[in-house]
């Protein structure tokens, strides 16, 4: 029989502002899941990551099934309540709709669904970052899936060799593509690196996989809380599901992918590029300059439907050195204050509130009286420098 694991988020309210959660919030959404679960799923987690509530939850219903994305929005609407009644800053911020109509896709909260045949023992870790979006994930899924500098078992373990297929997201005009790796490496780095336009959605063992056939291995929620609201209102903050062990990258390289601090892009006012963190829970809230990005992972064991974990995956020294690259970086890159790169390109400030400002000053610009020659070169497509 299938297994569905559902993941799905949002920012329903923080404090004091945009930092963390408030577990009373926390308490209530967990207490809602538990109370109106029954007979739907079969057992769920309630975490989060700066001001993000994170719900997994078990059944075998399949993805994108209506109950169990209303079971996730009504518990969202109900610590909202809690929100709003404590006065929390952004109460209800992500619930973009007031009813909930079927499935919650495009309703404001971040959805990553894998429906899977469950091993024997069936482990996988739950990574969930605050202040980036969801292109945040290539980098590190790339490396697990197919840097095999980073997963040696690409090399090692026979199940491995044969590489996997990925399936990426053009979230600005709505289409997506298979790739796989090794054939088409250059390919698939062609695209993901542009992280804004390009999202990794899933990842798929071959047919060819001994233990795994064909089977989706790892999902990250791509909901573009932009272009749905159309104006900015919070970066859609990321979660991924990922499978581990038994001819899927281990634990340890799944992980490994996050020991050098990439630039992500979001953190404050989602308009800067940043170092992407990884931090144990203890230190999952935001703090200077509304960041740094951070990135926690959980890991479960899934076993009949129930889950045992989690395990605070980067709250070890071993990580050390990688948080204190990442405020390395930081402080190198906060010298800059407004300007690029730190802060991001214009294109991508299109949703931020820089286009307000920049409108109340177009009235008060002058033509500059350029010379015709310069003119036609400046409108001429330059191919040298
Ligand atoms: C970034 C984020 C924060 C806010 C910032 C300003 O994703 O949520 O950095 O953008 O704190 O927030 P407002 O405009 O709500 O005062
Ligand atoms: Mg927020
Ligand atoms: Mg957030």
Redesign the pocket.
Known sequence: MKTTISHIKADIGSLP??TTVYEPVVQEVQKYVSKHSEGLISDFHISHVGDDIQITMIHNHGIDYPEVHELAWNAFKAGTEVAKKAGLY?AGQDLLKDAFSGNIKGMGPGVAEMEITARKSEPFIVYMMD?TEPGAFNFPIYKMFADPFNTPGLVIDPNMHEGFRFEIWDVVEAKKIELSAPENMYDILAMIGSKGKYVIKRVYTKETHEKLPDENVAVITTDKLSLIAGEYV??DDPAAVVRIQSGLPASGESLEAFSHPFLVS?????SFNGPLMPVGMKYAKMTRF?GPPRVVALGFVLKEGKLAGPVDMFDDPAFDGARKTAVDVVDYLRRMGPFEPHRLPDSEMEYTTLPKVLASLSSRFEPIDVPKKAKKLASSTRDYD
Do not use: P, V
């Not at 979001?266 to 989602?270: D, F, Q, S, T, V």
């Open positions: 502002g945009h952004g202040k919070g970066k979001g953190w404050m006012r989602g509304d």
